[in-house]
Each structure stands twice: as C-alpha cells, then as structure tokens.
DNA sequence: TCGAACCAAATTGTTAACAATTTTTCACAA
DNA sequence: TTGTGAAAAATTGTTAACAATTTGGTTCGA
C-alpha cells in the first residue's frame, strides 16, 4: 500500500479542511494564486486540488470567473441525503451472501464504538458504517458515486444536531439495519433505510434552525 | 446566452468523438503531448479537458501513471441504467404542478420527432427525453448527477440494439411516461419508469450479445 | 531461460512568465 | 446622486521549459 504524496491531493484535503472549519464559507471565491502562496507552489497544483475538489461537488469551477465554494441550500441537502439513501438501497439488493467475514467484523466494532462516542466522533462513524455498507456490495459505480455525495455531507455535518437523544435514536436505527443484513432480511433493510432517510433528513433541519436561524 | 469558446471544452468534446467512434478505445492511454499536438496546443488544456471528462466518468485518471478510457462491463452499464431510473424516480416526486408550457411543448416535439426518426436520430431523441424529464424538477443535485450518468451511456449507446421493433416498444414506454406524467398519475409513471428500465437493459444486453459475440 | 539491475526514452508533474479576461476603481457627465 | 466609460488592478488562461517519475528494453549473472 503505498500512499506516495500527491501534492494536489495535499492541498485538496487542505481545502476541505478549511471549508470545515469555515475559514471558507460556502460562495466565497477560492483564489489559486493565494493558495499558491500558502502552499509555496505555483497555481498548477491549486487549479489540479480545485478540479478534484470539483468532482467531489464541494467547488464550482466557472470558466474565466474562478472557483467557488459550492452552496448547499435546505433542499440540497436533504435531495442528497435522498440520493444517498436510494444507493444504499439499490446496493444492498446486489449482495452476495456470505457476506466476507473480514467486513462483517468491521461494521460490528463500527456500531461497537458508537455506544461510547462523544457528539464529533459520532458524526465520523455514522459516514463510516454508511459508507461501508455500500462498500459490502463490491459495486465500483455505486462507490464512485457515493463518494461524490459524501463530501458535501460531511463538509456540512457541523449543521447536524447530534443532541443525546438524536444520537440514541439513529444508534437503534443503525443496529436494525445492520441486523436486518446479516439476517438477510432485505425487505426490512429497505424499510429501515427508508425511515432513517426521514429521520436523518429531520435532525438535519433541526441544526439548521438551530444554527442559522 | 454567451457560448464563449473554451479550449479545454472544444477538447473536452473532441476526445469524447473519438471515444465514440471507436478511435480510443476503453482502456488506452491519452497521451496529453499527442493530444497537445493534433489541437496545436500546450499540454494544460488538454489536462483540464481530462479532467472533466474525469467528472463525467469517461475517464480515469491516475496520478502519475497517466489518464485512460474507462472501461465499463455490462454490469456497470447495467447500474448506470438503474441509478439513472431512480433519480428520475426521484426527481418525478418533486415535480411542481402545473407544469411549465413550454416545458410541455418541448417533451410534445420530442416525442413526435419520435415517430419518424431513424435509429441514430432514435438515440438522440431518447437521451433528450429522459433529461427534459429530468429537468422539470429544476433540481441542480438530480441535474448535476443525471449529467454523471449520461455521458459513459451515451458513449455506449452504440451498443443499444435499436432494431424497428426494440424502437416501437420503447416510444410507446414513452408516450406512457409522458401521458402519466401531464396527468399527474406519479404512480403509474414510477411503474413505467420501473418496466423501462427492465426493458432498457435488455435492449443494452441484447446489442452487446450481438456485437462483441 | 529467468530475474535483477540498470540505462534510455517516454510521459507526467511543476514552475514561472506572459496573454487574455474579468473585476475594481475612479473621474466625469447627466 | 446616479450612471457611464475608461484606465488600472486582480485574476484566470496558456505556454514552454525543466524536473521527477514511470515505462520499456538491454545486459548481465545465476
């Protein structure tokens, strides 16, 4: 496995970095020869770090204007909560049972270490147990296309409000889903998914209200 | 409406010409300097044309190795197809009624020039359909990813068997859609929806069957 | 014959300068 | 005051040269 550095990506993951912590809020115009000089390169790799970014759906690049800081209104959000939720499903149909024991141990400590998560560490496991159950389908275009919604979700999980309760409800919900696949009991899966679609689309509002307003 | 030219999307189209006509094959090398000489360019724009193709899934790119045709297997094709139906499925839910008129007109001419189009024309025409579809929503997140889908389906529309008989069974899906879609009957166009596909990868399998043995 | 080490060629990555375009500033007139 | 237009500044687009890396082939030794 090797991870030689790429230097685009560096600057990439920089970005995002920056867009999370709100140094660079949603609209705002991304100026490569500023991060060029951050970075002490030359706006090559910047422009490269923005067409990836691009990809991911977290920059609009406009010809001749620049690149902006991809915005997201209420809807958005909750139409890619939507998106995300129909590939889940669609991948859980293209199981092939048994399901490899090496990933079904994975999703098991997932849901392991959630009991004991505090608010931020939720959010990451909560992508991660979702993100690897469309892994288990081993289906690259369901992949590819999962990871060009989770950006901008997990650029803006700050809005999410993880409260106790929240955090209690989307647990069960989690280990039933969980639960359902192993027993292969797609149907219910489905049904699950469906109701945690609802329910994650309404924690979602609640920290946008909370938040912005 | 000012199309101004942007050399890296001249490029951008030109590659996916050769894509289409089989003068890059999936799985080959783009070679940037090549490319860079037949348009009489330097090397960055044809690099920001692999870009964006890159975003629309015609090609792969991988750092430092180069940039190549991506190569989809009929399974692929096959999700490709069906994450395109449920995004229509998706974005039909939202659909605001009355519908724009000249929206209406639009999807009206498509389905006529239907009638007497030949099999190239054919292709053309269903493309059309399916994003004029998609649009009424006048969702950017259902746009934006229908946009993702299209472009390795269309380069692969060579494959669909169009024969008089494959044609005449997929206008009358069509005008189903359509009809239920004006009359409001979300219902009944889902389960269209839902029968298209099934009949639309058959089309796909059966046109690859016959040309790849 | 096979594989490892090495060299040369091909190719991608990066840079810095220049060109083209957009945005900002500001003077001026209505 | 407001709007217009032209310079100036800022920014993106493009180029060509150079650096770093990968690829392909060749030699050598086992």
Redesign the interface.
């Known amino acids: 496995m090797r991870e030689?550095t790429?230097l685009p990506?560096m600057i990439a993951s920089q970005i995002v970095m920056d867009i999370v912590n709100n140094k660079l809020v949603p609209g705002s115009k991304v100026i490569e020869e500023k991060y060029a000089n951050t970075f002490g390169t030359s706006r090559g790799p910047i422009?490269?770090a923005l067409?990836m970014l691009?990809?991911e759906?977290l920059i609009e690049r406009i010809?001749?204007r620049g690149a902006f800081v991809k915005k997201y209104n209420k809807?958005?959000l909750c139409?890619?909560f939507?998106?995300r939720i129909?590939?889940e499903i669609?991948s859980i149909r293209r199981l092939k049972y048994p399901l490899p024991e090496n990933k079904i141990n994975e999703i098991d400590r997932i849901i392991e270490a959630m009991y004991t998560a505090n608010q931020e560490e939720y959010s990451i496991l909560n992508n991660d147990f979702h993100y690897k159950i469309l892994c288990l389908s081993e289906?690259?275009?369901?992949k590819?296309?999962y990871s060009?919604l989770g950006a901008p979700l997990i650029a803006l999980q700050k809005f999410v409000l993880e409260t106790p309760e929240n955090i209690q409800h989307s647990l069960q919900e989690h280990q039933l889903l969980w639960k359902a696949i192993k027993e292969r009991k797609l149907n219910i899966a489905k049904a699950v998914l469906e109701d945690h679609m609802e329910s994650g689309k309404k924690r979602f509002l609640m920290g946008i209200e909370k938040k912005t307003g």
């Open positions: 030689k790429h990506k422009r490269e067409y691009e990809t759906g010809p001749k809807q958005d139409d890619l939507e998106v129909a590939l669609m289906n690259e275009i369901f590819n296309f060009r």
